[in-house]
């Protein structure tokens, strides 16, 4: 049994590739996401991202996951993959992404990672505009400042790609992980596909050209942020009112907030489309080009030099 985890990172086609291509995958036993039951999601987002050291049991959590792969049909041949962008990326809800990752090191026989890259200065625009549509209504400067002002607490160190990927290297060899540029699957799809199929070792596939996820234009992220106001959710509640989905819980369909989002979400997207407006990409000043140069050109340039990946091309800071 071979077993991989694409742990994202998030806006990098992470939600395409499972809706189009790994989801129902004939040569997969795939996990998720969407999770293929509801004890493969306690298991992965309760036990490996939720669970301190004490409680953490991976014996007990290996031998759960195993007995959920026998039921989907795994066996010693098989090929078990789990794609989940939050696996590998913090966030306060959840255990550091290097605990994480150990964690499934220790719950499966064999483990390969798979992580997708995305250029820093392209990542924080998209980031902001999910953001929006998960209940934010701070305007993209804001966003930018609160941000960097809580540093270590927010995006900003986590798109140092290669300091993460060498400890995950550290874990199951460097044989183990796989490096993709999401600029790839941009404008060379076919090449990404014949990369990531070739290393998980199934037949490559063509993506349709279709994009999830897609980004609200300047209209409708200045409207979603006015609606988020109105029924505080997710990003934009205070501490105390609840998630519209914690982890480990399967989605609360009948609550307001979640309807709420979905609701205003679905609008604003309509009205882009009819109005025939395109996604919003927010540009960086040059103060804030300067302050990413500085703290990812090391770090892309060793990533390009060691993995092979036209970084330059693609326009990272370098």
């Not at 060793?302 to 091309?313: C, I, K, N, S, T």
Request: aromatic share 12%; net charge neutral; glycine share 8%.
């Amino acid at each position: 049994m071979q077993c991989f985890v694409h742990l994202g990172y998030p806006k990098t086609g992470t939600t395409t590739l499972q809706n189009r291509f790994l989801a129902g995958n004939p040569e997969l036993v795939y996990l998720g996401i969407p999770f293929a039951s509801d004890r493969i999601r306690e298991l992965v987002e309760l036990d490996v991202m939720m669970k301190d050291e004490v409680e953490f049991d991976a014996d007990a959590a290996g031998s759960a996951m195993m007995e959920e792969i026998e039921r989907l049909g795994g066996g010693s041949g098989s090929k078990v993959l789990l794609s989940y962008e939050n696996l590998g990326f913090s966030r306060d809800n959840h255990r550091d992404r290097l605990v994480v990752a150990r964690r499934l090191r220790n719950m499966f026989p064999t483990m390969n990672y798979l992580v997708t890259v995305r250029n820093q200065y392209e990542f924080v625009s998209s980031m902001y505009k999910q953001s929006v549509y998960a209940g934010m209504f701070i305007d993209f400067p804001d966003f930018l400042r609160i941000s960097w002002s809580r540093y270590y607490r927010s995006t900003f160190p986590q798109l140092k790609y290669y300091e993460f990927i060498r400890a995950l290297e550290g874990l199951v060899g460097s044989g183990n992980v796989r490096v993709l540029a999401y600029e790839q699957l941009c404008q060379e799809p076919d090449e990404f596909m014949e990369d990531l199929c070739g290393f998980i070792g199934i037949t490559p596939g063509q993506l349709p050209r279709v994009r999830d996820n897609v980004g609200l234009s300047r209209f409708g992220l200045r409207l979603k942020r006015i609606l988020n106001r109105i029924l505080p959710y997710e990003l934009g509640r205070t501490y105390f009112l609840p998630r519209t989905r914690e982890l480990g819980e399967a989605l609360n369909h009948s609550s307001v907030r979640y309807r709420y989002m979905m609701a205003t979400n679905g609008l604003v997207q309509s009205l882009d489309r009819r109005l025939g407006l395109e996604s919003h990409n927010f540009s960086l000043d040059p103060v804030w080009r300067e302050r990413f140069l500085e703290v990812y050109a090391g770090s892309n340039r060793r990533l390009q030099a060691e993995y092979g990946l036209d970084l330059e091309r693609y326009g990272y800071p370098l």
